[in-house]
């Protein structure tokens, strides 16, 4: 009978922590976005980091000389061209005065896109392990 309880109890602990286990791709995209973002495909051999915190972004380049600035965003859920249409809805960041298209390729992949500018802005991201 004691044997019985260890085994029982032990599956319980198990599923216990199974479903405490979090899942990135559940998670709301402003707390996917939360993190420290590696710019790609940078020029003369600079770093550009976007640190995404609670209510705020910090962008570090470095490179021949450093710099660092500090930008309100938020994540909302809207139409990109229209934000009060109901349609086509889709993940939207907003980082100062620009307005980005989100999306996640996997979990280490962020890309922001901005389908207004001339030519068109795109920002790929590697999250900084």
Known sequence: MKN??????????????AACRGNEDSLPPSNKIQGEWILQNTVAGRTVTYNFRASDVVVTESG???????????????????????????????????KFVLTFEGSGRMILTNPNSTPAVKLEFERRR
Not at 5 to 17: C, N
């Open 64 to 98: 021949t000389a450093t710099s660092s600035n500090t930008y309100s965003y938020s994540v909302v859920y809207e139409n990109y061209k229209d934000p009060k249409s109901q349609d086509q809805k889709q993940d939207v960041v907003y980082i100062g005065g620009n």
């Open 4 to 17: 019985v309880l260890k085994i029982v109890f032990g599956m319980l602990l198990f599923v216990a922590f």
